[in-house]
């Protein structure tokens, strides 16, 4: 049979994997929420048009990477290569540079697509966490995401974090600087690669990207960005340097860092992590400054700053450096009925034991009980709860600890009793609004415990009652 396998460059997503991004994403979500972003959601489909005026039309992800097509109707669409552009006609779209209060902060999760040669920490489909500023200039805003940025990080476990920072300053600073850069490389552009030829014309800025051994070193002493920002630029840039230093982000100033997206203006930053022998995968994130970019897709000029990390690099690193919680999955208990006439009320008793909150499952076709447990056991389960012939008459059921073996019969009435008696002290708090520990008394007066016995995840608060 042909075996049907992913698309180059594309992968799946799952078991341990699945439940670390789950984990990332959320950690992500609960410090944009901090932070005061609120989600967006646009699709993953745009017209074409929308990339090649905002990354632009010099940029390697416009000339070569993107998922362009023609649609059934004849029209020019792409599968989004990053998601700032997207953002900002959504914000556009709706008009919220003329009815909301500003910066519109929004945050994002989701994949976007470049037909990029894949090798490590490099996909055609990868997923990007991120945020975006619109509507503002203010350096206080470029350093708080770039604050934002490192706490996320560092609340995943990152330790050698390495951000690297640099400015591009304003339009003036730029052709400014494009000009002088120009007249440094014309000379030597024969000997240059052709990827640098090709920049040299297009965006002569990314030649200071190249990584071709051979013009490493004509790059290395070209002329500085920094003597040629406007007083105006400087001035900017070192607020926001200042305001990193008072928040204590420690980073590393990189005249060479001028980044792949030609929407980018002032400030542009990458965040690194080096293993113990100094290699890195890449970015794991990155962003900067835009100052023309909503007046491009908007017609209302306007300032925007923002970030996107990469989940697959994020998750590479934190497991290659044992960097990932413990993500070991738990059952609470595992209903074991022991033939098929048991399963139709074992599974109403399943239904039960997860609506009093606990994590339950049920063999659906039992084998012997001896199977059973050992799946249990696969399964990392804490409780077995036996329904045979005689349960089901006598409405019992018999609840065996996994750990120490010991069993014992129980009433269903009694069930729920049981069950918290057992686990409430193992029981995971995920997801009590008091974040309480179940090992100490908690008098957090959070409106679940007290109206809603059974709504309330934390039993802890239901023994209390
Ligand atoms: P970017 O540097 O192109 O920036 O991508 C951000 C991050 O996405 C990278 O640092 C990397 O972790 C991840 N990434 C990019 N390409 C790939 C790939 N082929 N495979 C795996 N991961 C990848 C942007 O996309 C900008 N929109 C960031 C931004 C937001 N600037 C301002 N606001």
Redesign the pocket.
Request: glycine letters at 20%.
């Given at each position: 049979m042909d075996n049907i396998v992913t698309v180059k460059?594309t992968h799946d997503v799952i078991n341990d994997e699945a439940i670390a991004y789950q984990e990332i994403e959320l950690a992500f979500r609960e410090l944009a929420d901090l932070y005061g972003y609120l989600e967006f959601k646009t699709p993953v489909l745009e017209y074409s048009k929308l990339f090649t005026r905002s990354?632009g039309e010099s940029s390697d992800?416009v000339r070569k990477?993107m998922y362009e097509f023609l649609d059934k109707g004849g029209r020019s669409v792409s599968l989004r290569?990053?998601?700032?552009?997207s953002?900002v006609r959504a914000a556009a779209n709706a008009k919220l540079f003329n009815t909301q209060d500003l910066p519109i902060k929004a945050f994002y999760v989701g994949p976007?697509f470049?037909y990029?040669r894949?090798q490590a920490?490099?996909?055609?489909q990868?997923?990007?966490l991120?945020?975006?500023a619109l509507g503002e200039r203010s350096p206080i805003l470029d350093a708080e995401?770039i604050s934002f940025g490192y706490k996320f990080l560092q609340l995943l476990g990152f330790k050698n974090l390495k951000l690297k920072i640099n400015t591009l300053g304003d339009d003036e600073s730029k052709s400014n600087y494009k000009k002088a850069i120009k007249e440094y490389f014309k000379p030597h552009l024969e000997e240059m690669c052709s990827d640098c030829k090709e920049r040299y014309e297009l965006n002569p800025l990314r030649i200071l990207d190249c990584k071709v051994p051979s013009d490493i070193e004509l790059v290395k002493n070209a002329p500085s960005m920094k003597n040629y920002l406007t007083s105006e630029s400087k001035e900017y840039y070192s607020l926001i340097l200042d305001m990193l230093n008072e928040l204590q982000i420690p980073f590393e100033e990189d005249d060479s860092l001028v980044?792949?997206?030609d929407?980018?203006s002032d400030v542009?930053f990458?965040?690194h992590f080096y293993d113990e022998e100094g290699k890195s995968i890449?970015?794991?994130?990155?962003?900067?400054?835009?100052d023309k970019l909503i007046g491009e897709l908007s017609g209302i000029n306007h300032d925007?700053?923002?970030?996107?990390?990469?989940?697959?690099?994020?998750y590479s690193v934190l497991q290659s450096n044992n960097l990932l919680p413990d993500m070991t999955h738990v059952l609470d208990v595992m209903v074991m009925p022991i033939s098929d006439n048991e399963v139709p009320f074992s599974y109403i008793i399943t239904e039960y034991i997860r609506d009093l909150g606990y994590k339950c499952d049920i063999s659906y076709s039992p084998k012997s009980l001896k199977s059973q447990f050992k799946k249990a056991e696969r399964k990392n389960t804490r409780f077995a709860l036996i329904v045979g012939e005689d349960e089901l008459k006598t409405q019992t059921a018999i609840l065996k600890n996994m750990e120490t073996q010991v069993q014992e019969k129980v009433p269903l009435q009694d069930l729920a009793d049981a069950l918290d008696k057992h686990l409430i002290n193992h029981h995971s708090h995920e997801g009590c609004e008091c974040g309480c520990d179940s090992d100490d008394d908690c008098d957090c007066d959070c409106e679940h415990d007290h109206e809603h016995e059974h709504e309330c995840c934390c039993h802890h608060h239901k023994e209390e009652e």
């Open positions: 460059g990354v992800i990477e290569p990053e998601f700032t552009a953002i976007a470049r990029e894949p920490g490099r996909y055609r990868f997923y990007q991120g945020l975006e995401i980044r792949g997206l929407y980018y542009v990458e965040y890449g970015a794991l994130g990155a962003g900067g400054h835009y925007g700053v923002g970030l996107a990390f990469g989940l697959e690099r994020l």
